[in-house]
Nanobody, 120 residues
Framework: QVQLVESGGGLVQPGGSLRLSCAAS????????MGWYRQAPGKQRELVAA???????NYADSVKGRFTISSDNAKNSVYLQMNSLKPEDTAVYYC??????????????WGQGTQVTVSS
C-alpha cells in the first residue's frame, strides 16, 4: 500500500529551525503536486506550502520568507525547511501528494503527521 512518512518534527525554541521530510513508498507517482499542511488545536487545517510538478511554489503569508519547500520527484520526497520558528507555528504538520486532471483526482495521499512544537 502507498505510505507517506514524515520525519523531522520535534520541540524547538523560538527562533530555531527544523527540517521536515516526507517520503512516499509503495506506489508509482507521476508528476505529483506536493505540499505541507498544518493543524493546530482548535483551528482548521491550512496549507503551509506547496510545490507543483513544474516547481511552482506557493506559501501561506504567515510563513513567507521563513519556510522553504523543495522536492525530489525521483525519490518521491518533499521537504520543508523552517527557519525563525515562532510559537504560533506549533501544530501537527502533514505531508500531501496528489495529482489531478481538471476536476478528476488521480490520487491524493496523506501522511500521518508530525508534531512541531515551538516553545521556550
Amino acid at each position: 500500500q502507498v505510505q507517506l512518512v514524515e520525519s523531522g518534527g520535534g520541540l524547538v525554541q523560538p527562533g530555531g529551525s527544523l527540517r521536515l521530510s516526507c517520503a512516499a513508498s509503495g506506489g508509482i507517482f507521476r508528476r505529483p503536486d506536493m505540499g505541507w499542511y498544518r493543524q493546530a488545536p482548535g483551528k482548521q487545517r491550512e496549507l503551509v506550502a506547496a510545490i507543483t510538478s513544474g516547481d511552482i511554489t506557493n506559501y501561506a503569508d504567515s510563513v513567507k520568507g521563513r519556510f522553504t519547500i523543495s522536492s525530489d520527484n525521483a525519490k518521491n520526497s518533499v521537504y520543508l525547511q523552517m527557519n525563525s520558528l515562532k510559537p504560533e507555528d506549533t501544530a501537527v504538520y502533514y505531508c500531501n501528494m496528489h495529482r489531478s486532471v481538471g476536476v478528476i483526482s488521480l490520487y491524493d495521499y496523506w501522511g500521518q503527521g508530525t508534531q512541531v512544537t515551538v516553545s521556550s
